[in-house]
């Protein structure tokens, strides 16, 4: 589950780790407001406005219509309430959200962290997260902070380094200060360097998090280490353990078929193509969408409906599939192992009765227990619904009803 970045750096300050102090609004005014507490507080005249959606390059990124960017610099109350007025309720396009952009409905007023002093500020990079393949979270650090990890990633791979954690002795003093070292800290910066990353850890680990990523971490003039940024992505799977955490859900930032199909306990991810997918299984959802491929189809979604399927999950699938306007055929693709196939074909002919006319031909092939029961049941059914029993011969029916 993503969170917006202020959600973000209200987990990191709970554990210790210094931030960019701000304050959220959701209108031009209370973002004034905003605004002069932050000035107060900082006693500046410099803050920034900065759109809360859940993608990345919003500073890069550009408000449909306007010059307007997603995070801005502003001097004065009246250059807030204009930011605010052309940030607010409407379209942001950056690099991450594709042409369709999101929708700006929260905006951040933060303070400037970049002033004068002794040394010149210093932006680097710090994600934690789990490298599966070696069975362990790993820090990932660069000193090209403020850029896309991506592109660094590309060009320059030997500016990011890994100091993965064993998790039977979790963080060691020694591998935190050999990250403050690689990113060339000493000193202060160094010591307070060790202290971000120890306080990051914990965070990461108490909340369950599949990724904590700050780009920038910033070195102040004066030598201080804090977040500017804070990108996080929660565990799905660990949300049950922390109900303050999922209270942090912005539904309006998720597409509502997806925020649907999770209310039904369905798994269900849209696509562009034009065959509706639905499934038991995510592996063999994903074969399911490669062989439509492969014979010149293209899926329109992944839906995974577990590995229970009955006529209340069948019939919550086919109208998250029928809202897509894009499906102009559905594959039902079912492996009858925990449940029956003609259970699962009760289930189809019972959701078609209850939905109406469904105006694209379906496609239904079970395989398993009782499959040749199940295919007579939508035989018989007289509905527009067709049958097959290979996965060649559903996929190529496919192709014939699209015709």
């Excluded at 960017?69 to 007025?85: I, Y």
């Excluded at 306990?265 to 509706?276: A, E, F, R, S, T």
């Excluded at 040749?372 to 007289?382: D, L, P």
């Amino acid at each position: 589950m993503n969170i917006h970045e202020y959600q973000g750096k209200e987990i990191l300050a709970k554990y210790g780790v210094r931030i960019q102090r701000g304050i959220v609004a959701e209108s031009p005014e209370s973002a004034v407001t905003a605004y002069k507490e932050i000035a107060k507080m900082t006693d500046s005249t410099f803050a920034v406005i900065k759109s809360q959606i859940h993608a990345g390059g919003r500073g890069k990124g550009q408000i449909v219509g306007m010059e307007q960017h997603g995070v801005q610099l502003v001097k004065s109350a009246e250059a807030t309430k204009t930011a605010a007025t052309n940030l607010l309720r409407n379209v942001l396009v950056t690099h991450q959200t594709g042409p369709e952009g999101k929708v700006v409905n929260k905006v951040l007023i933060a303070e400037d962290v970049y002033y004068p002093g002794d040394s010149e500020p210093k932006e680097f990079y710090i994600s934690i997260l789990l490298d599966r393949t070696k069975g362990c979270n790993v820090i990932m650090a660069s000193t090209e902070g403020g850029m896309d990890i991506e592109e660094v990633a590309e060009n320059t791979p030997e500016l990011i380094f890994k100091e993965w954690i064993d998790p039977r002795v979790g963080l060691q003093g020694f591998q935190a200060r050999k990250v403050a070292n690689k990113l060339g800290l000493s000193g202060l910066a160094n010591k307070e360097m060790v202290k971000f990353i120890f306080s990051l850890y914990k965070a990461y680990e108490s909340s369950d998090a599949a990724m904590f990523e700050i780009n920038p971490v910033l070195k102040t003039s004066d030598n201080k280490i804090l977040a500017v940024d804070a990108k996080v992505d929660l565990d799905d799977n660990a949300l049950y353990r922390h109900p303050e955490l999922l209270a942090l859900r912005d539904k309006a930032e998720e597409d509502p078929m997806e925020v649907e199909a999770s209310e039904s306990d369905l798994n269900y991810v849209k696509l562009d193509g034009n065959v509706g997918c639905m499934v038991n299984g995510a592996g063999l959802a994903m074969a399911t969408m490669d062989i439509i491929k492969l014979y010149g189809g293209e899926p329109a979604n992944f839906l995974d409906v577990g590995g229970s399927a009955n006529a209340v999950t069948v019939e919550a699938g086919f109208r998250i599939i029928l809202k897509d306007p894009n499906v102009k055929a559905i594959f039902v693709n079912i492996f009858g192992g925990i449940v029956r196939c003609d259970r699962v074909a009760t289930g189809i002919v019972e959701a078609y009765k209850s939905i109406g006319e469904i105006p694209v031909p379906i496609v239904v092939r079970l395989q398993g227990t009782n499959a040749e029961e199940g295919a007579a049941i939508i035989n018989e059914s007289g509905l527009k619904v067709f049958s097959a029993v290979k996965l060649k011969e559903a996929a190529e029916l496919i192709q014939k009803v699209l015709k």
